[in-house]
């Protein structure tokens, strides 16, 4: 499997951004997406989570009412559309991606298997 992460860029803050993030390969042993930011010098730090069908989503509490987690099966893509972007938001965001459980939404970036190569977001106040 291999995920291509695209959309980032700088944006003012109260702006918005759509992150893509496109899946190839084995698609079919993939059955939850997420999507991860990480900062110089800190973790990665979980954002959100779907699973392939789209049926359960899980969102980091600072993000919630303003991120949005979705997926295009036809396109295999996964999308994170960011609104009322904050200066605290700038990271680069990953992409992630993990069979196992179709139900099951970690928080941690060890129990996702495959992964992209990122794109920087910058939120300037």
């Known amino acids: 499997v291999q995920l291509q992460a695209s959309g980032g860029g700088l944006v003012q803050a109260g702006g918005s951004l759509r992150l893509s993030c496109a899946a190839s390969?084995?698609?079919?042993?993939?059955?939850?997406m997420g999507w991860f930011r990480q900062i110089p010098g800190k973790e990665r730090e979980f954002v959100a989570a779907?699973?392939?069908?789209?049926?359960?989503?899980n969102y980091e509490d600072s993000v919630k009412g303003r991120f949005t987690i979705s997926r295009d099966n036809t396109r295999n893509t996964v999308y994170l559309q960011m609104k009322g972007l904050k200066p605290e938001d700038t990271a680069v965001y990953y992409c992630?991606?993990?069979?196992?459980?179709?139900?099951?939404?970690?928080?941690?970036?060890?129990?996702?298997?495959?992964w992209g190569q990122g794109t920087q977001v910058t939120v300037s106040s």
């Open positions: 390969g084995r698609t079919f042993s993939i059955h939850a």
């Open positions: 779907i699973t392939w069908s789209g049926d359960n989503t």
């Open positions: 992630g991606g993990r069979g196992g459980s179709r139900w099951y939404l970690p928080r941690t970036d060890r129990e996702y298997d495959y």
